[in-house]
């Protein structure tokens, strides 16, 4: 019985005690701090763990400590989509900080052809320490709290050297949007009395949960494309200070304990060199140490890999930088109950605490030897770079200069050197036109940066993977690119063209499907009233070719008369940055204006299923492509509610990947009675199966039957990963003539899948617009299994279903919303469905 009460009264200990939580119990022993620097609890109201701190709480911190501090400054380098401040500290000593300007100059430098001549034993290193890029993985933004107050207040000579000679870049929250959602349902939902039971509604959040950003995005895969601002604000710090590690502070599931990289050896990406996975490891032994001190469980060199470069721990890897990921099991919430015991949150806080200082001792002691690595990096890149056969990559679409531009944007933003042709250039028969394309000079300081971009890869020293397998930039823009020597003029300005409409007519005008921004033009026209006929057919006319997919905007019997449709044609040019063409007649080389092979357009009204069940990426990809990139409506209908709702509004409904029973038995009759009535229905990924099984398609599917022959227990995770197709490109073959492909000058697309379902042709030909070649893989890994499925199948089909048409795409064609290349498939899927 006394072991029982004494039990229950330690227990009971911990489950209050967090209650009494004290900053000491994070910080290291026997060091003094400044009384004037005032801790967190003194500024934000609760201690270091008590409480989730919200991100204005946070803000509210780091500014403080920024005005009473002489080794801080604070700047903001942005606002999230919802507005909140992208902050950076940078912290140093305080003499640093009156000469920071050289100091960040000196250090670049180190970098170009000139760093040959720096001494780097009298430069300081520069560490950037991210945390929480997971909005529910809070324990790095609030172990922020305690490292930042660490790196202010502590005193002594262990301290002052710290700072002399090393510049920190600490970025408290890389998900501000993401980390407040969490803070609210973890905070809302926090007992008096914690409570570690794991089923507790604290440890269940509703969807789509912190994780994400605004538009519910992963911004930890979004290193390298940088299309969301979070992501803009941290790759300008990047490249402004080229920093000699970054660290990047997440968590994993409750039952785990605590990782820090060097990863899986053999998942490394081919271009990282080496000695970056050597030091990696020199600095990992700072860690185990400080774990030890502390007693904390942990491991390494295991489950996580360092293979693609758009993950914040392996993107410094091809910048001469080193990335290290933490990982911490996660709490949750407050506390939690785990294999390892009881989790508390101030636990979880104070590994990453512990860690976030090993990184700067393991960054003060190496200090010579990583400078010396990121000048000896960027020095070899620049051999390698004159040994190449080709001295540039050319890459373009000269029926769209949009898209182009938008690639061109982000390797601008890579501080990556961009040249425009001198004229039009046709390699391997594709014409490259002058404004329509740009060149990237190989010779050039971030050599292996554009190597990393444009890597085309099928082979694999291993074939499991953390992340995806091939993210080749031009495939994912569907451009045209080669190798050349061919020569430029190089832009230090590139620009989005403005739109323009030639001139006012007095019969219709005309423009082309080609441009990535039609969709955004055509939803304007439409949803003014106007009316507009989309072309089948090519033809031409007044000495210009238009291809299929040409929108056509008579002027007679329109709400506008003709100087107001002109000049609202202007603004419609204008903001979708496309060419309108004035035309005098309807006569034409092919099908006249007036041929029935004009099909007439209606306005469009599109919902896009949410909530539970449903992939809030998917659907936050999807959400992104209408809000941003095409200014169109939709209405997120949850699947909660979507049973009381009614569809008769919704001209087009999109279902994105989706798992389990998201919808119920009300909700699918009244999707099926929907679609036979006349409207669209649209499913992507894993939502093709519940089409299938729900009658609202007719499809075959190819199925990978192999099973495990002398495959050991140790080897099952092996075999079964193998299996996986985590993320490649794929060759696809296209008949433009069906609507589906409209505004694609190619036969062929390069297509992103990540699933492995795989749907039988049809066997009429004409009904399989999209199909996989027989020799389809273009770069990434598949199995020889998978690749075998994958030959002849189709990743698009569509059926009438009653009035109605069903559509189903068995891969994402908004993937990361820099998959730029199909996101005209889901427009053209919306616009042009009853024309299928």
Same mark, same amino acid.
């Not at 015991?341 to 636990?347: D, V």
């Not at 492909?741 to 049809?762: A, D």
């Given at each position: 019985m006394?072991?029982?009460?004494?039990?229950?009264?330690?227990?009971?200990?911990?489950?209050?005690?967090?209650?009494?939580?004290?900053?000491?119990?994070?910080?290291?022993q026997?060091?003094?701090?400044?009384?004037?620097i005032?801790? @967190?609890?003194?500024?934000?109201?609760?201690?270091?763990?008590?409480?989730?701190?919200?991100?204005?709480?946070?803000v509210?911190?780091?500014?403080?400590?920024?005005?009473?501090s002489?080794?801080?400054?604070?700047?903001?380098?942005?606002?999230?989509?919802?507005?909140?401040?992208?902050?950076?500290l940078?912290?140093?000593?305080?003499?640093?900080?009156?000469?920071i300007?050289?100091?960040?100059k000196?250090?670049?430098?180190?970098?170009?052809?000139?760093?040959?001549?720096?001494?780097?034993?009298n430069? @300081?290193?520069?560490?950037?320490?991210?945390?929480?890029?997971?909005?529910?993985?809070?324990?790095?933004?609030?172990?922020?709290?305690? /490292?930042?107050?660490?790196?202010?207040a502590?005193?002594?000579?262990?301290?002052?050297?710290?700072?002399?000679?090393?510049?920190?870049?600490?970025?408290?929250?890389?998900?501000?949007?993401g980390l407040?959602?969490?803070?609210?349902?973890?905070?809302?939902?926090?007992?008096?009395?914690?409570?570690?039971?794991?089923?507790?509604?604290?440890?269940?959040?509703v969807?789509?949960?912190?994780? *994400?950003?605004?538009?519910w995005?992963?911004?930890n895969?979004?290193? %390298?494309?940088?299309?969301?601002?979070?992501?803009?604000?941290?790759? &300008?710090?990047?490249?402004?200070?080229?920093?000699?590690?970054?660290?990047?502070?997440?968590?994993?599931?409750?039952?785990?304990?605590?990782f820090?990289?060097?990863?899986e050896?053999?998942?490394?990406?081919?271009?990282?060199?080496?000695?970056?996975?050597?030091? !990696?490891?020199?600095?990992?032994?700072?860690?185990?140490k400080?774990?030890?001190?502390?007693?904390?469980?942990?491991?390494?060199?295991?489950?996580?890999?360092?293979?693609?470069?758009?993950?914040?721990?392996?993107?410094?890897?091809?910048?001469?930088?080193?990335?290290?990921?933490?990982? $911490?099991?996660?709490?949750?919430g407050?506390?939690?109950?785990s294999?390892?015991?009881?989790?508390?949150?101030?636990?979880?806080?104070r590994?990453?605490f512990? /860690?976030?200082?090993?990184?700067?001792?393991?960054?003060k002691?190496?200090?010579?030897d +990583?400078?010396?690595?990121?000048?000896?990096?960027?020095?070899n890149?620049?051999?390698?770079?004159? &040994?190449?056969?080709?001295?540039?990559?050319?890459?373009?679409?000269?029926?769209?200069?949009?898209?182009?531009? $938008?690639?061109?944007?982000?390797?601008?933003?890579?501080?990556?050197?961009?040249?425009?042709?001198?004229?039009?250039?046709?390699?391997?028969?594709?014409?490259?036109?002058?404004?329509?394309?740009?060149l990237?000079?190989?010779?050039?300081?971030?050599?292996?940066?554009?190597?990393?971009?444009f890597?085309?890869r099928?082979?694999?020293?291993?074939?499991?993977?953390y992340?995806?397998s091939?993210? !080749?930039?031009?495939y994912?823009?569907?451009?045209?690119?080669?190798e050349? &020597?061919?020569?430029?003029?190089?832009?230090?300005?590139?620009t989005?063209?403005?739109?323009?409409?030639?001139e006012?007519?007095?019969?219709?005008?005309?423009?082309?499907?080609?441009?990535?921004? !039609?969709?955004?033009?055509l939803?304007m026209?439409?949803?003014?009233?106007?009316?507009?006929?989309?072309?089948?057919?090519?033809?031409?006319?007044?000495?210009?070719d238009?291809?299929?997919?040409?929108i056509?905007?008579?002027v007679?019997? $329109?709400k506008?008369?003709?100087?107001? %449709?002109?000049?609202? %044609?202007?603004?419609?040019?204008?903001?979708?940055?496309?060419?309108?063409?004035?035309?005098?007649?309807?006569?034409?080389?092919?099908?006249?204006?007036?041929?029935?092979?004009?099909?007439?357009?209606? &306005?469009?009204?599109?919902?896009?299923?949410?909530?539970?069940g449903?992939?809030?990426?998917?659907?936050?990809?999807?959400?992104?492509?209408f809000?941003?990139?095409?200014?169109?409506?939709?209405?997120?209908?949850?699947?909660d509610?979507?049973?009381?709702?009614?569809?008769?509004?919704?001209?087009t409904? +999109?279902?994105?990947?989706?798992?389990?029973?998201?919808?119920?038995?009300?909700a699918?009759?009244?999707?099926?009675?929907?679609?036979?009535?006349?409207?669209?229905?649209?499913?992507?990924?894993?939502?093709?199966?519940?089409l299938?099984?729900?009658?609202l398609?007719?499809?075959?599917?190819?199925?990978n039957?192999? *099973?495990?022959?002398n495959?050991t227990?140790?080897?099952?995770?092996?075999?079964s990963?193998?299996?996986?197709?985590?993320?490649?490109?794929?060759k696809?073959?296209?008949?433009?003539?069906h609507?589906i492909?409209?505004?694609?000058?190619?036969?062929?697309?390069?297509?992103?899948?990540?699933?492995?379902?795989?749907?039988?042709?049809?066997?009429?030909?004409?009904?399989?617009?999209?199909?996989?070649?027989?020799n389809?893989?273009?770069?990434?890994?598949?199995?020889?299994?998978?690749?075998?499925?994958?030959?002849g199948?189709?990743?698009?089909?569509?059926?009438?279903?009653?009035?109605?048409?069903?559509?189903?795409?068995?891969?994402?064609?908004?993937f990361?919303?820099?998959?730029?290349g199909?996101?005209?498939?889901?427009?053209?899927a919306?616009f042009?469905?009853?024309?299928?």
């Open positions: 006394k072991k029982i009460t004494f039990l229950f009264i330690v227990f009971t200990q911990i489950l209050l005690g967090q209650n009494n939580i004290s900053l000491d119990y994070y910080l290291p026997n060091i003094s701090f400044n009384q004037e005032p801790t @967190p609890k003194e500024i934000i109201g609760h201690e270091v763990g008590e409480w989730h701190v919200t991100h204005d709480k946070l509210e911190y780091m500014k403080k400590i920024a005005e009473v002489p080794r801080v400054s604070i700047e903001n380098r942005g606002e999230t989509y919802e507005g909140r401040p992208i902050i950076l940078t912290i140093t000593a305080p003499e640093n900080h009156s000469n300007t050289e100091i960040r000196s250090h670049v430098q180190l970098t170009e052809n000139s760093g040959n001549s720096l001494n780097t034993e430069m @300081p290193i520069v560490v950037y320490q991210g945390f929480s890029i997971h909005g529910n993985e809070p324990s790095g933004s609030n172990a922020a709290l305690a /490292t930042i107050y660490y790196l202010a502590a005193e002594g000579n262990e301290i002052n050297d710290l700072l002399k000679n090393t510049v920190i870049l600490l970025d408290p929250s890389l998900n501000p949007d407040q959602r969490f803070a609210y349902w973890a905070n809302t939902n926090r007992s008096h009395v914690l409570n570690p039971d794991p089923n507790d509604r604290e440890y269940d959040e969807w789509p949960g912190g994780r *994400t950003n605004h538009y995005f992963d911004l895969r979004d290193w %390298l494309p940088i299309q969301l601002p979070e992501s803009k604000a941290r790759i &300008k710090t990047f490249h402004q200070w080229m920093p000699n590690i970054l660290t990047d502070h997440h968590e994993m599931g409750t039952n785990s304990t605590f820090f990289q060097p990863g050896p053999s998942r490394v990406n081919p271009l990282t060199p080496k000695m970056n996975q050597q030091l !990696t490891k020199e600095i990992a032994k700072y860690h185990a400080a774990l030890d001190k502390i007693g904390s469980l942990y491991y390494s060199e295991e489950d996580y890999d360092d293979f693609y470069y758009g993950k914040g721990s392996t993107f410094p890897d091809i910048n001469g930088s080193i990335g290290i990921l933490f990982e $911490q099991g996660s709490s949750r407050h506390i939690q109950e294999e390892n015991g009881i989790l508390t949150f101030p636990f979880t806080i590994n990453q512990t /860690t976030a200082l090993s990184t700067l001792e393991a960054a002691n190496l200090r010579v +990583i400078l010396n690595y990121q000048r000896e990096f960027y020095t890149a620049r051999k390698e770079a004159a &040994k190449s056969k080709s001295s540039a990559y050319i890459f373009g679409d000269e029926k769209d200069a949009a898209k182009t531009y $938008q690639l061109a944007k982000i390797l601008e933003s890579q501080k990556i050197e961009l040249y425009q042709a001198n004229e039009d250039i046709t390699i391997n028969e594709k014409t490259f036109k002058k404004g329509y394309s740009y990237v000079p190989k010779n050039q300081k971030n050599h292996r940066l554009i190597e990393a971009m890597d085309i099928t082979e694999f020293e291993d074939s499991l993977f992340d995806i091939a993210w !080749t930039f031009p994912a823009f569907n451009l045209d690119f080669e050349t &020597k061919t020569a430029g003029n190089r832009t230090n300005n590139i989005l063209r403005t739109g323009n409409v030639n006012q007519s007095n019969y219709a005008y005309l423009f082309d499907w080609h441009e990535y921004y !039609t969709p955004k033009a939803n026209i439409l949803n003014k009233g106007l009316r507009a006929k989309v072309g089948k057919t090519p033809f031409s006319l007044e000495g210009k238009y291809d299929y997919g040409t056509m905007i008579p007679q019997n $329109q506008l008369n003709k100087s107001e %449709l002109y000049e609202f %044609l202007q603004k419609v040019a204008k903001e979708a940055h496309i060419e309108i063409t004035s035309v005098a007649t309807g006569l034409t080389k092919g099908i006249d204006l007036g041929s029935n092979d004009f099909e007439a357009l209606k &306005k469009q009204k599109v919902a896009l299923i949410v909530g539970n449903i992939t809030s990426y998917d659907a936050g990809e999807i959400w992104h492509l809000d941003q990139r095409y200014n169109m409506q939709i209405t997120k209908l949850d699947t509610n979507l049973g009381r709702t009614s569809l008769d509004k919704y001209t409904i +999109i279902l994105p990947n989706m798992w389990g029973s998201a919808l119920n038995g009300t699918t009759q009244k999707i099926k009675d929907w679609v036979r009535n006349g409207g669209t229905l649209i499913g992507y990924r894993n939502a093709v199966n519940w299938e099984r729900n009658d398609l007719k499809v075959e599917f190819k199925k039957e192999m *099973t495990a022959k495959i227990f140790e080897q099952k995770q092996f075999f990963g193998a299996q996986v197709t985590g993320g490649a490109i794929f696809a073959n296209l008949d433009r003539s609507p492909n409209f505004g694609y000058k190619n036969e062929t697309l390069p297509v992103f899948r990540n699933t492995n379902i795989y749907m039988k042709p049809n066997e009429e030909s004409y009904n399989n617009p999209i199909q996989y070649d027989l389809p893989l273009l770069s990434g890994y598949i199995s020889e299994e998978n690749l075998e499925l994958l030959k199948a189709v990743p698009f089909k569509v059926q009438r279903n009653g009035s109605g048409r069903v559509i189903a795409f068995t891969d994402n064609t908004n990361r919303a820099f998959w730029y199909t996101n005209k498939l889901l427009m053209n919306i042009f469905s009853k024309v299928m």
